[in-house]
Every structure is written in structure tokens, then in C-alpha cells.
């Protein structure tokens, strides 16, 4: 396909445009268009053409058409004001029609085929007619490379509807699914031959359609990009490569949406217009999001940034119910920032800080997935089933733990919110079972950051939220701090120190791991773990630590050795002293040595003491204390 330089429209005297060619086109192409006289105005849009009527009726069948319906044979002026692409599209035509190559590039190769079939440039008027030409070009130069089809594909935006009815717009959705699956059975294959050192020849990386394609996704807009994702994961995209695209377009979509001051536009056009656009394009990223499941390949602070995101722009209940069990699936993945989700507080000054409700529907859903688990517990043999709910490196019980502590960090964050109901508070205090939690310090630390802040707190609410405090489970140091903390009930002090009493019995007698670990309840595994508080680690992948710990607990034991001496020499000074000043003692010391001297008085007088007749073994006993006593 020929390419030369093409003439430039220069508006005429009257107002009209009419053809100038340049130096170098006349050089290529002698036209003497400036020797003939305009017979033929052709209005398009604000922009008029004075043309002539041979070249155009020789290859467009629309203005042939026009011309012969016309009821005024000598008509001189047609008015074409839906051209696709407007004035400098039909400006392209008009050059072809008058014999000049006009360059095909993907910027322009879409307007130039809508701009033909409008005009009707068909073989039937022409051969090699406008409308073939650029079809050859797509074929050639578009449909076999995806980039291109994408940058063709968003010049389509501007040419609705017309682009669709010619269905250049599917044939280029298509086209791109097409390739973009063929680059990954191709990548697949070469990984594949690379697992193979005799056939490997260099170790090339293939390059992931991501890098390349998927990026160039992002300037389409929101229907077009719905469509060809549609046409992808049809076509069995990678699940993988599906969560890039989509974060990548929710990155460049929604960060020109962001209001850097909300305070100035809250409940203004401007905002209201903001939280529909992001309503939209949540709505639409979140359902074409893969399926869900444990193992998704969607990052958990994509999936909370859309939560947020859903929240802030009051998208509809089922998008924000499909995030949080999308969550809720992964939870063991979340850090403390994925569930700070702020609340949406419609301009209310008394509102919290975040939205405690949507985090415990998240925490729920996790719970639950043992439930759902044990629907397949038929299929698990004995040994494993003891793996997965006995053992501290099990999977099951790994998540566990990191979502208890998790939680506890969530907890003491949201403590600080004064707005923060304690009756919400302590629903998510109570929502883990009793073996999700190895140590209490972390839910204690929450729990007294609360009280702090909410010291008007009802008695029976504060009762109820220091009970979800398993005083067993507390170390040395919360226990030491909890006996001398005012905020607490009077009863878990008691207890406190009832449990601190058993820890260092347990110690003396080698039991302290028992005592850790709920041996009182029976329901936790022995684990050789100070710390306890991350436990979603294998023993058996840190052996050295294991040691390095077991050395503490031994130290810790033979200090809370001396301890326990030292209050057990001070319990027996405290019980002499109690023996020596009770005023009950001197009592009881006066009213023996009167029972003796009355004993006495009987032996002398022989009257038989209390008790019947006095044996001889007793008369002896007597006898012989008092001849000691004389002696």
C-alpha cells in the first residue's frame, strides 16, 4: 500500500474549503483541480467542501444516491452532517476519492472504515475502494497483534453506534481474547520446554501478557473493558492474570476520582457525581472479579481497597456483601491496615471511626469456614484430622491464631474511638472460640485501652467484656499489671491472682506448660513456646528457636522458684505473727490453763472426770506428766 504526503484543506475567500495541494503532491499526483470549477458543496457539521461531483459519485454510492433523489437536477449543495468522525474524517475520503493515497495508521484506520461504509466506497462502485482498503489493513496490521486491536478499539468509542453496527467493535473484543490466549498456551510452552534442561538452549523468561497488554487495557472505557474481560476469562484466561488487569484498571480509574478535600465538596454536585462514577466502576470491577475461594489469586488489600471504596460511595449491599466474604475467605492474609475500613458517616459528628459492623460479618465468615470444612471431614483420614485440629503447625489452626491476633490488634485500635458502643466493642471481643487465642495479652491490652477511654461504662458491661478475658492465658507481666489495675472488676483481680498462685505451683512441680496451655480444661496441646502469641510457625521449621525458648522457660521456671520461697517464708513469719497478736489466741491459752487446773482439782478429790471411769493407762499418763513436771 502506497503512502505519500496528503494536501491540506485551505479555506477559500467565500468561507469554503477547497483543495490546495502541496509541491510534493502535485510532483506525485497531477491533479488539476484548480483549473475546474466547483460543481458541488458537501456540508458537513460547521465545515463546507466545494468539490466536484465526478470524483465523488465514482466511488461513493451515498452521494450517488443523494444526487439522484434529488427532485433539482443542477442541485449544487449536500448536506452529510452524520458523517462518523465529522469533517476530518470525510476529509480523508474526499482525497481518496480524488485519487490521492491517504495514509492508513491505527489511529485513523477505525474512522476511515465507519467514514467508508457510511459513504457507501464499496467494490461495487469502485474497485480497491476505500472500505476494502482499510479492511485489508485491519486484517493485516490489527487483528493479529493485541496492542493494536486495543488502540483501535478505544478510537471505537468516539464512532458509536456505527462501529458497532458494522461489528468492528466485536471483531476487534475477539481478536483480542483470541491472542491474548494464544500468548499464554505459548508461554505455557515454553516454560514447559524449559523444565527440560537437554532441550533448553537459553534460559529465555517468556514475557506474561500482563507486561505488555494487559496495562494498555486501562484507557478503555468502562463498557468496552467489561466486554473484553468477559471475552477473555471465556476464552480461559489465567485467573492470575485477570486480578492484575483488573487492579491495574481500578488503579487509573478510580485515582482520577480521588477528592483531595472532602470536607469542601461533602453533599455538593461535584461529590455526588464522584461517588457515582466510583459506585459504577466498583460495581463493575467487582463482578468480573474470579471465583472465589481460599486460594484466590486477588491480593487482600485490592479487595480492601475496594471494600472502602464500596463503603465510601454507598455502592449497592451485594457488591459489599461479595467483598467481605471475598475477604472473609483470606482473612488469614490480612494485615491490621486491610480491615481498618473507615465508616461512611453521611456528615454525622457522632459516628465512628470505622465500621465495626462490616468487620464482624468479615470475622464471621472465616468462623464459619470450618463448619463448611467439616461437610468433607469424611473424606480425611484419622491422622489428618489430628493434624488439622490437635497440632499448632496445622494449617487450620495456623490461620487461627494469625486471625486472633489480627483481631486483638483491630480491637485495640478501634478502642480509641470514643464514639464506639461497648455493646459492638464487645461483640467482637466474644466473637472467637477459646482455643483461637494461645495468649490473652493482646485481647487484656484492648480491653483496658477501652475501659481508659470509656470510663463512664456500665458495671455490667465492663463485667461482661473483662470476661472474655481468659485469666489463664495471661502472662507474668499482664497479670502483674492487671492485679494493680483500678479498671478492673474486683472479681478478675481475684482471679488474676488465684492463677498466678497455680502458675507458680505448676512451676514448682514442672507443669507450667499445662498451665500455659489450658491443662485445666484439657483442650490445648502441649506447645514449648514463650511467646505463643504469633503460633502460626511449624515447630519443625524452627527447631533453633524452639531451644532458644525452651532455655528461657527454664530460667523463668527457677526464678519463679526463688520467688515462691520467698513468699513462703514470708506466709510463715505473716502466720506467726497473725498466732502471736490474735486476741482469740490469748483466749484460748487462759481457758486451757483453767481446764488443767480443774483436772487437777478432780484427781485430788477423786471425782471422776468428764468421759466415765478413768483407766488405769490414763491414771498412768496422768502420774507421769506430773511427776516431769514436779521434777
Known amino acids: ?53 465526478f470524483p465523488l459519485v465514482s466511488r461513493s454510492g451515498r452521494i450517488r444516491k443523494l444526487l439522484l433523489e434529488a427532485k433539482d437536477s443542477k442541485v449544487s449543495r449536500v448536506n452529510l452532517s452524520a458523517v462518523p468522525g465529522g469533517a476530518e474524517a470525510f476529509e480523508l475520503a474526499a482525497k481518496f476519492c480524488y485519487g490521492i493515497n491517504v495514509e492508513l495508521t491505527l489511529s485513523n484506520v477505525a474512522t476511515i472504515r465507519c467514514v467508508a461504509h457510511f459513504l457507501e466506497m464499496t467494490e461495487d462502485f469502485a474497485e480497491k ?203 488469614d492474609q490480612a494485615i491490621l491496615e486491610d480491615i481498618l475500613i473507615p465508616a461512611n458517616s453521611h456528615g454525622s459528628n457522632h459516628s465512628t471511626l470505622y465500621d465495626t459492623d462490616s468487620i464482624l460479618r468479615i470475622f464471621s465468615i472465616f468462623l464459619n469456614l470450618d463448619e463448611d470444612d467439616d461437610e468433607d471431614s469424611h473424606m480425611r483420614d484419622e491422622s489428618e484430622m489430628v493434624y488439622d485440629f490437635d497440632s499448632p503447625g496445622s494449617p487450620k489452626q495456623s490461620s487461627i491464631l494469625k486471625v486472633s491476633k489480627l483481631l486483638d490488634n483491630f480491637l485495640a485500635e478501634v478502642a480509641l474511638d470514643s464514639n464506639l458502643m461497648p455493646s459492638k466493642f464487645i461483640a467482637l471481643a466474644e466473637l472467637l472460640p477459646d482455643h483461637a487465642r494461645i495468649v490473652s495479652d493482646g485481647l487484656y491490652r484492648a480491653a483496658d485501652i477501652f475501659l481508659k477511654v470509656h470510663p463512664n461504662i456500665k458495671d455490667s458491661e465492663r463485667y461482661r467484656l473483662c470476661k472474655t478475658i481468659d485469666c489463664q492465658k495471661l502472662s507474668q507481666e499482664a497479670c502483674s499489671h492487671a492485679a494493680q489495675n483500678e479498671r478492673l472488676p474486683v472479681q478478675m483481680a481475684v482471679q488474676v491472682l488465684y492463677f498466678e498462685q497455680i502458675r507458680l505451683r505448676n512451676a514448682m512441680s514442672g507443669g507450667h506448660n499445662q498451665f500455659f496451655f489450658g491443662a485445666i480444661n484439657g483442650q490445648f496441646p502441649q506447645r514449648s513456646s514463650s511467646g505463643a502469641g504469633s503460633g502460626a510457625i511449624s515447630p519443625r521449621d524452627n527447631y533453633a528457636s524452639v531451644r532458644r525458648e525452651n532455655r528461657e522457660l527454664k530460667l523463668e521456671v527457677a526464678r519463679m522458684r526463688m520467688r515462691l520461697t520467698d513468699l513462703e517464708k514470708d506466709h510463715v513469719s505473716m502466720k506467726q505473727e497473725l498466732v502471736r497478736s490474735h486476741p482469740a489466741n490469748k483466749l484460748f491459752k487462759s481457758l486451757a490453763k483453767k481446764l488443767s487446773k480443774l483436772n487437777a482439782l478432780f484427781r485430788i478429790n477423786g471425782i471422776k472426770p468428764m468421759g466415765g471411769k478413768a483407766s488405769s493407762e490414763n491414771r498412768f499418763v496422768f502420774q507421769k506428766r506430773w511427776r516431769h513436771s514436779v521434777s
Request: hydrophobic fraction near 40%; proline fraction near 5%.
Open 1 to 53: 500500500m502506497g503512502v505519500v504526503t496528503v494536501g491540506e484543506l485551505k479555506p477559500s475567500i467565500s468561507g469554503k474549503r477547497s483543495f490546495r495541494p502541496s509541491s510534493s503532491i502535485r510532483h506525485a499526483t497531477e491533479w488539476p483541480i484548480s483549473d475546474v470549477s466547483s460543481d458541488l458543496t458537501i456540508e458537513v457539521g460547521a465545515s463546507s467542501f466545494a468539490l466536484h461531483k
Open 129 to 331: 475502494n476505500l472500505e476494502a482498503r482499510a479492511e485489508a489493513y485491519l486484517k493485516e496490521m490489527v487483528f493479529p497483534n493485541t496492542s493494536n486491536s486495543i488502540s483501535v478499539l478505544k478510537c471505537c468509542e468516539s464512532l458509536l453506534p456505527l462501529s458497532e453496527e458494522i461489528s468492528l467493535v466485536n471483531r476487534l473484543i475477539n481478536a483480542i481474547a483470541n491472542n491474548a490466549c494464544k500468548e499464554q498456551l505459548t508461554s505455557g510452552l515454553l516454560k514447559l520446554d524449559h523444565t527440560f534442561p537437554a532441550k533448553t538452549a537459553q534460559n529465555i523468561e517468556p514475557e506474561t501478557p500482563s507486561d505488555w497488554w494487559g496495562k494498555s487495557l486501562a484507557v478503555l472505557n468502562l463498557d468496552f473493558f467489561q466486554r473484553v474481560l468477559s471475552a477473555v476469562k471465556s476464552k480461559g484466561l489465567k485467573q492470575d492474570m485477570i486480578s492484575k488487569i483488573l487492579i491495574n484498571y481500578a488503579h487509573n480509574s478510580l485515582q482520577g476520582l480521588v477528592v483531595r478535600d472532602p470536607q469542601l465538596v461533602k453533599g455538593s454536585l461535584l461529590d455526588l457525581e464522584l461517588q457515582k462514577k466510583q459506585r459504577v466502576i466498583v460495581e463493575a470491577i467487582v463482578g468480573l472479579l474470579p471465583t472465589q475461594s481460599r486460594k484466590s489469586p486477588v491480593p487482600m488489600a485490592f479487595l480492601s481497597s475496594l471494600l472502602k471504596t464500596a463503603i465510601a460511595a454507598s455502592a449497592t449491599t451485594s457488591c459489599r456483601s461479595d467483598l467481605e466474604r471475598r475477604i472473609g475467605l483470606q482473612l
